[in-house]
């Protein structure tokens, strides 16, 4: 009796311990819940990207004064190590800044000049090349451009009768609205970089306010550490990018300058400091310079050989600085690789245009940053990470 009621016991058991759940294992979650899941994120990003376009007026200053934030407070540390007043230290940078970015501004205002008054002439000597080849016969598109022009004036010219001909005339330029509209432009960009320059000064003058109230209201110990471990590295992160940036914008601005003006083109230095400034956007922005520079070379010297010539030094000087300059002084930790840099360039050139361009990879570096820390976020680090 006692023998079968043991054997029951024991089936019972192993029936419960087979229906029951592992401790071990965590729940499943239901089919509905992840797509409920899926569906919030892709709200959520799409809301973010969103705001992001709406809001750019707001976001753009304060991109742009964090980087400057970031490349001027190495330097205010320092004088205040040397007993200098932070206040004193970080106007006295914000003054060599601007006097500088006016310095070089001035410097190369007379060839930006040349530059736009040549224009006319260029299009018009560009325009004459393109319509003409050698040998006097019409081009394909001056054939074209006369097969236009000649179905135009037989539809103009077979107008039904009773029908009255109707000629829309060009609104007439004013240049009261033109001054007026451009004079807008200037002012409302002089007062963005004023409020750049003043938050900058604010975020300079208050370097470790904003860290201790951020770990402050951080909850647990653990993520305090987190977040000073993730604050301390976008700092050293963004200031070794901006540093090796400089160092090798210069790099490439005074080694273009150099090469063009040993090879005779005009306006030089004008086209070193682009080069110089068009490097810090990978591979789109040495594209924009050597094609402008074989345009500019062509339209100079006008034979294939120069235009060549002038180009292609250029778009050396640019890929030796990337292939052996910055990866030498660019460490592993800081490199992404190239789909996400190019997908970064896509993105936020979308979102914010030009100014994208020039500023899709330090964020693309504070994301991977970020993710890299937070470790719900490391696989997206390690997509990103080269």
């Not at 807008?184 to 963005?192: E, F, K, P, R």
């Not at 590295?233 to 601005?253: C, K, N, Y």
């Not at 594209?287 to 062509?298: I, K, Q, R």
Request: hydrophobic share 55%; charged share 10%.
């Amino acid at each position: 009796m006692h023998a079968s009621a043991s054997v029951s016991d024991s089936v019972q058991t192993s029936l419960t311990c087979a229906t029951s759940p592992d401790p071990a294992e965590p729940p499943a979650v239901p089919e509905s819940v992840r797509v409920r899941n899926i569906a919030f994120t892709l709200v959520s990003v799409a809301i973010v990207i969103l705001l992001l376009q709406l809001m750019r007026p707001v976001f753009l200053p304060l991109v742009l004064g964090a980087l400057l934030f970031y490349a001027l407070d190495p330097a205010v540390d320092r004088l205040q190590k040397w007993r200098v007043p932070r206040a004193l230290g970080a106007a006295l940078m914000l003054f060599l800044f601007i006097s500088a970015s006016g310095g070089a501004i001035y410097a190369l205002q007379g060839q930006a000049m040349t530059v736009i008054d040549q224009l006319p002439s260029a299009a018009r000597k560009m325009s004459g090349y393109l319509r003409r080849v050698p040998g006097g016969e019409p081009g394909t598109v001056e054939k074209v451009q006369q097969a236009a022009d000649a179905l135009q004036s037989a539809k103009d010219n077979a107008a039904p009768p009773g029908v009255t001909r109707v000629q829309v005339e060009e609104p007439v330029f004013e240049a009261s609205t033109f001054v007026w509209s451009t004079s807008v432009g200037i002012v409302s960009t002089v007062s963005q970089l004023i409020m750049v320059l003043f938050l900058t000064y604010f975020m300079l003058l208050s370097d470790q306010l904003f860290k201790r109230k951020l770990v402050e209201i951080v909850g647990t110990f653990s993520q305090k550490k987190v977040t000073v471990a993730v604050l301390e590295d976008i700092a050293t992160q963004i200031e070794q990018f901006l540093l090796i940036q400089l160092m090798t914008s210069g790099v490439v601005a005074v080694a273009t300058g150099l090469a063009l003006w040993a090879m005779g083109l005009q306006q030089a230095a004008l086209w070193g400091l682009l080069a110089g400034v068009f490097n810090s956007i990978p591979y789109y922005g040495p594209l924009l310079v050597t094609g402008g520079l074989a345009l500019l070379g062509f339209l100079q010297f006008g034979t294939p050989s120069m235009t060549i010539a002038v180009a292609g030094v250029a778009l050396l000087i640019t890929t030796l600085e990337g292939m052996l300059l910055t990866p030498m002084l660019m460490s592993r930790a800081s490199s992404m690789n190239q789909v996400a840099i190019f997908t970064g360039l896509l993105f936020w050139s979308w979102v914010w245009g030009m100014w994208g361009l020039l500023l899709a990879v330090p964020m693309m570096m504070v994301i991977k940053v970020v993710c890299d820390r937070v470790e719900p976020l490391q696989p997206v680090g390690h997509l990103l990470g080269d």
